[in-house]
């Protein structure tokens, strides 16, 4: 095996590791944040006006969504809360990169 294959083969699992680490890391931060969330909720009651359960009225909960300021479902608020902490976190590296350049 030459040398520039040795070398190839080095730079390619080197690429894999750092794949698997940012991986790594992005789970982590969801776990972060989903250990963290505490969603704003709201319950709505809606008369089904369509199938079998026609007129009946049922309840729903509702989850606020952060980054697009409306009410949605769990999982789509959950979204949210990561999207506004991710914003956030590129915002403050862009001040800080602009702090170092002056």
Not at 71 to 78: G, L
Request: include cysteine; aromatic fraction near 14%; hydrophobic fraction near 30%.
């Amino acid at each position: 095996m030459s040398y520039e294959s040795k070398l190839e083969q080095s730079f390619t699992r080197l690429q894999k590791l750092k794949f698997s680490l940012q991986v790594e890391n992005i789970k982590r931060f969801i776990h972060d944040a989903r250990r963290r969330w505490k969603p704003r909720t709201k319950e709505v009651k809606a008369t089904v006006y369509h199938g079998k359960n026609q007129g009946d009225v049922e309840s729903h909960t509702l989850y606020w969504n952060e980054y697009e300021c409306s009410w949605t479902t769990k999982e789509m608020a959950f979204n949210g809360y990561v999207f506004k902490k991710v914003q956030q976190i590129l915002n403050n590296e862009k001040i800080e990169k602009y702090n170092q350049s002056t």
